[in-house]
């Protein structure tokens, strides 16, 4: 089946500092991919969706210029959270549907990236 | 954007059929239902998705009741291994982006030995 993966796995970075997340579609083309935050023993988060070749949609409350996606390819959308604090620790998700199979299917979703500000 | 509602959790014995029921009151004619497991630090994993009547694949069954505000996921003879968080998603296809999955609360499976 489809698969989704996301780099890194973890990630531990200092406060001020800039980590860059990649989602990447493995097998199939994806014009649009969504970006996830998960706290622990919480539910996911829709954060944005992302856009290939334009911008991405950020959901209410999530700063767009603190959490930067670009989706410059069909395959590869990436997550870049800006000067990283504490508070930002969290487990950031990626996922993608694979639009040739229709318009109500399963999304597929990353591994999951854990990121830690210290 | 169709809600969902679970219970929290809940409690099962291996070997033991576990159905978690999902309510859907306000689901849309174009919607479908889908059921997502999460273990801890993982990804959601897709188990099953399903419009109306009954769907079943070689991990679980999807009852959907003719009114479609609710559907049933089954999972027959639980292990250990099944113990994770279910999620249960109304698909809102909204125009270019197809199925906006937003995630509600889910129900915490935890099968005892």
């Known amino acids: 089946g489809a698969v989704v993966s996301q780099h890194p796995s973890w990630v531990i970075c200092k406060s001020g500092t800039s980590v860059k997340i990649e989602c990447r579609s493995l097998?199939?083309?994806?014009?649009?991919m969504f970006w996830y935050r998960q706290f622990p023993k919480q539910s996911l988060m829709l954060m944005a969706t992302?856009?290939?070749?334009?911008?991405?949609?950020?959901e209410q409350g999530v700063e767009k210029d603190k959490f930067l996606i670009n989706h410059a390819s069909l395959t590869l959308s990436t997550l870049t959270v800006t000067s990283a604090h504490p508070e930002d620790s969290s487990f950031y998700i990626c996922?993608?549907?694979?639009?040739?199979?229709?318009?109500?299917?399963?999304?597929?979703f990353g591994q999951g990236t854990r990121l830690t500000v210290v | 954007l169709a809600k969902t509602t679970q219970p929290i959790s809940m409690d099962s014995y291996e070997g033991q059929e576990v159905n978690i029921t999902c309510s859907h009151n306000?689901?849309?004619?174009?919607?479908?239902i889908t059921w997502y497991q999460q273990f801890p630090s993982q990804g959601p994993r897709f188990i099953i998705q399903?419009?109306?009547t009954k769907v079943t694949n070689e991990v679980a069954s999807l009852f959907i009741p003719a009114d479609r505000k609710s559907s049933t996921l089954s999972l027959p003879r639980v292990s250990l291994s099944d113990t994770a968080v279910y999620y249960c998603?109304?698909?809102?296809?909204?125009?270019?982006?197809?199925?906006?999955?937003?995630f509600g609360p889910g129900t915490r499976l935890s099968v005892l030995p």
């Open positions: 996922s993608a549907r694979d639009p040739g199979q229709g318009m109500n299917t399963e999304a597929f």
């Open positions: 097998d199939f083309q994806a014009t649009t």
């Open positions: 992302s856009n290939e070749g334009s911008k991405a949609t950020y």
């Open positions: 306000n689901i849309a004619t174009n919607d479908y």
């Open positions: 399903g419009y109306k």
């Open positions: 998603l109304v698909g809102d296809s909204t125009g270019n982006y197809g199925q906006n999955f937003v």
